[in-house]
RNA sequence: GUGGGAUUAGCUCAGUUGGUUAGAGCACUGGUUUGUGGUGCCGGGGGUCGCGGGUUCGAAUCCCGUAUCCCACCCCA
């Protein structure tokens, strides 16, 4: 038997109905704050990747499905969003032609990692990316319509944020932070050493309790953010207290695409497992400019649609349209054609088999009918259908032709 | 990539120290005189015990390999 690859599921009922009702639940919300639907490749040149994502990242390091196709080119599968919708935006010029622009899109990411609970190697996101606001208060609205669509799904949630600084700040405080650890090398683990040369500020999240301990000790982003960050972040705290989201600052948290600056959030529950960031996101001012576009501020943020099914609560699902059946074979005709008028305007299940008047019930209800309706001997030779409303329990014999 | 636990019917799981035709509940399906469902009663189908080797007179059960899932690390949505 020929199995699915490892880490990549199929989607059946239930499942796939609630994604459907999160799909539905969050483009009605991101068309209300002024989003528009955005679809992109979901192959594309190894080279963005490399370029946006970062090169020091897990994701680009080894966890792309990468591979050169028939014309020679170095292709990959998309393990995010945000590069691609970058790349379009320039594409299409749209840094040049300035203004505000603002897209939602959802689909399949690909990343060759272990799975398990919450991490698949074909999972899917729902994200968002907001283009020519360089204005803290766009981050803050980003938020506030992640807060809607979590509570629109009844989600529990816990809301984390920090500053990561910018071009100004960052890269003094990497520095201090690196002679930080040049200084205590012989004190940290064997992981924040890799990371001390890879992507050093990965080193505050370490979950080593020995290295949690000197790290109160070691220079704090939060102090050194220039003028600039701090005026913003300041100015975030006070929109989401304005707003009435709680939130907590979490000056661990680090985001592991190179690409973000300034404001970076995360959406985590603990109702989940160990893959507990349901979204995350930040601003990342730099990328258009990196990407060879035009200097254009950015912000957005994606959504771990598998690991937000089994948190949705689905609305009641109630009695729906018809069920049609007959008693013996000589009415199979009316019913089919019955079935053709009511499905202009309901949802129809007809029952091929000729059953007892007690078993068409009883199918009527299994696919939860609102209305059973049969034809048996007496109503073929009136010309009449006899319809019962499952849920009201009234019953009622009508001509056909009115049906 | 590292470490650990699982894998028996469509689903959730039993299966005694290796010993005849591997069980249960739910689900599915048929019947219960042609007339009232979701909640009665009776019956039926469905399993190469994840896959491949090995030990044995005999393997769901013991050994090895492998695949997948789960848990944690790592990483992230």
């Known amino acids: 038997m020929i199995q699915s690859l490892r880490g990549m599921n199929d989607m059946f009922s239930p499942d796939a109905e609630r994604y459907e009702y999160f799909i539905e639940t969050a483009t009605t919300i991101a068309k209300r704050y002024g989003f528009t639907f955005f679809e992109a490749p979901i192959l594309e040149e190894t080279a963005l990747f490399k370029r946006s994502v970062g090169e020091s990242s897990d994701i680009v390091g080894k966890e792309m499905y990468q591979f050169i196709d028939k014309g020679e080119n170095d292709v990959c599968l998309r393990p995010e969003g945000t590069a ?9 010029k749209m840094d040049k032609q300035g203004g505000i622009h603002r897209f939602f899109y959802h689909g ?43 509570d629109a799904l009844g989600i529990g949630y816990k809301l984390e944020i920090n500053s990561l600084g910018d071009q100004n700040c960052m890269p003094d405080y990497r520095n201090k932070l690196v002679s930080f650890l040049d200084a205590h090398e012989s004190e940290i683990c064997e992981d924040c050493k890799r990371r001390k040369a890879s992507n050093p500020i990965r080193v505050l999240d370490c979950k080593n309790s020995s290295c949690q301990a000197l790290y109160a000790e070691a220079p704090k982003l939060m102090q050194n953010l220039c003028e600039g960050c701090d005026t913003d972040f300041q ?52 990328l258009v400019e990196f990407l060879d576009g035009k200097a254009t501020p950015a912000v957005g943020f994606a959504m771990g649609i598998e690991r937000l099914l089994e948190l949705i609560k689905m609305p009641e699902t109630k009695r729906e349209g018809y069920y049609i059946g007959t008693m013996d074979d000589e009415g199979l005709p009316l019913i089919m054609k019955a079935a053709q008028v009511k499905r202009k305007s309901d949802k129809v299940t007809v029952e091929y088999k000729s059953k007892n008047f007690k078993n068409h019930l009883k199918g009527a209800d299994k696919v939860n009918a609102r209305f059973c309706a049969i034809i048996g001997e007496n109503e073929r030779n009136d010309g009449t259908i006899w319809i019962k409303d499952l849920e009201l329990k009234e019953e009622k014999t009508i001509d056909l032709n009115t049906f």
């Open 235 to 286: 100015q975030l705290k006070s929109l989401l207290e304005d707003s009435k989201i709680d939130y907590e600052v979490n000056t661990h948290l680090v985001r592991g695409l190179d690409y973000y600056s300034k404001t970076a959030f995360e959406f985590v529950s603990d109702e989940i497992g160990a893959q507990s960031a349901i979204a995350g996101g930040g601003r990342y001012d730099r």
């Open 84 to 92: 691609g919708v970058v790349r379009a935006f320039i594409q299409k």
């Open 108 to 150: 399949p990411m690909f990343r060759y990692e272990r799975p398990q609970k919450g991490r698949l190697r074909q999972f899917h996101q729902f994200g968002i990316e907001s283009f020519g606001v360089a204005s803290v208060v766009e981050d803050a609205t980003l938020i506030m319509m992640l807060v809607d669509i979590l």
